[in-house]
């Protein structure tokens, strides 16, 4: 059965640093990649990583996706922390190479809270 599991969220001051992680199992990935929702906002495109990598402008210079296909886990190191990052971090994964980096997928993880304090 395929599952993704976030881990690595928490609590942390403004300019610092945190890893989340992603696991996951059952099969391999075309397309992996991480949302995040804020209380009383949509959910949001954070970065994604297929063959290159994309980030919303949001995030360009501090965050970065990385994959370890071996492990089958993907990252988001998240760096220079603002509390605009505050939210719901999900990881989700697409079988199919194909497509926006935007667009659907086909399994969501449960989420991770990272919460920044100012």
């Known amino acids: 059965q395929v599952q993704l599991v976030e881990s690595g969220g928490g609590l942390v001051q403004a300019g610092g640093s945190l890893r989340l992680s992603c696991a996951a199992s059952?099969?391999?990935?075309?397309?992996m990649a991480w949302f995040r929702q804020a209380p009383g906002k949509e959910r949001e495109f954070v970065a994604a990583?297929?063959?290159?990598?994309y980030y919303a402008d949001s995030v360009k210079g501090r965050f970065t996706i990385s994959r370890d296909n071996a492990k089958n886990l993907v990252y988001l190191q998240m760096n220079s922390l603002k509390p605009e990052d505050t939210a719901v971090y999900y990881c989700?994964?697409?079988?199919?190479?194909?497509?926006?980096?935007?667009?659907?997928?086909?399994?969501w993880g449960q989420g991770t809270q990272v919460t920044v304090s100012s």
């Open positions: 990583s297929a063959y290159s990598t």
């Open positions: 059952g099969r391999s990935f075309g397309v």
């Open positions: 989700a994964a697409r079988i199919s190479y194909i497509g926006s980096a935007y667009g659907r997928y086909d399994y």
